[in-house]
T-cell receptor
Framework: GQQVMQIPQYQHVQEGEDFTTYCNSSTTLSNIQWYKQRPGGHPVFLIQ?????EVKKQKRLTFQFGEAKKNSSLHITATQTTDVGTYFC????????????FGQGTTLQVKP | DAGITQSPRHKVTETGTPVTLRCHQT?????MYWYRQDPGHGLRLIHY???????DKGEVSDGYSVSRSKTEDFLLTLESATSSQTSVYFC??????????????FGPGTRLTVL
């Protein structure tokens, strides 16, 4: 079946360093969404990318959707302790049924 | 946060007992989902509903059943709980399953331990 792979699984950085997580799908996606889950919390929607090659920014976060609509990345510039959590990508298939396929998530730890 | 509640928030039960988890929404969203979250697996879809009495299986549906008799409530039942069903269960809702800009809103989760 369709899979969405996310790497790395864990990342420890020093506060102020940059961080990137990558998401790859085995099939073309209609769109890709990113969610953040704080420790002990629930996933919260961050952003959605729809167009091939799309780039969106939210303050220090930059999201990209690949040209083939099969991969995506989230880059955080100058991490802060508030960035701690698990970041999930989730793909909506082109022949969508409304079901999202989630990646395994990348857990970010930031050392002050 | 969207108006989604889950009950109970924590439950400890024994192998072989039935368990029902409830998800309640006040957003009048059509679609509702049940996920389980386990380390290294992310969020995996158990079942989802696209309307009252309309449900379908997700990728890990074995051992689970669901019911939706009202728009606002989506129940997840473990007929005979097993230790492998120890997990954190999240309910989610969305306002459309067939719209390209759909997003999902998650409830606070239920931590279930099966001894």
């Amino acid at each position: 079946g369709q899979q969405v792979m996310q790497i790395p699984q864990y990342q420890h950085v020093q506060e102020g360093e940059d961080f990137t997580t990558y998401c790859n799908s085995s099939t073309t996606l209609s769109n890709i969404q990113w969610y953040k889950q704080r420790p002990g919390g629930h996933p919260v929607f961050l952003i959605q990318l729809v167009k091939s090659g799309e780039v969106k920014k939210q303050k220090r976060l930059t999201f990209q959707f690949g040209e083939a609509k099969k991969n995506s990345s989230l880059h955080i510039t100058a991490t802060q302790t508030t960035d701690v959590g698990t970041y999930f990508c989730a793909g909506l298939r082109s022949s969508n049924t409304g079901k999202l396929i989630f990646g395994q998530g990348t857990t970010l730890q930031v050392k002050p | 946060d969207a108006g989604i509640t889950q009950s109970p928030r924590h439950k400890v039960t024994e192998t072989g007992t039935p368990v029902t988890l409830r998800c309640h929404q006040t957003e009048n969203h059509r679609y509702m989902y049940w996920y389980r979250q386990d380390p290294g697996h992310g969020l995996r879809l158990i079942h989802y509903s696209y309307g009252v009495k309309d449900t379908d299986k997700g990728e890990v549906s074995d051992g689970y059943s669901v019911s939706r008799s009202k728009t606002e409530d989506f129940l997840l039942t473990l007929e005979s709980a097993t230790s492998s069903q120890t997990s954190v269960y999240f309910c989610a809702i969305s306002d459309s399953g067939r719209h390209v800009t759909d997003t999902q809103y998650f409830g606070p989760g239920t931590r279930l331990t099966v001894l």
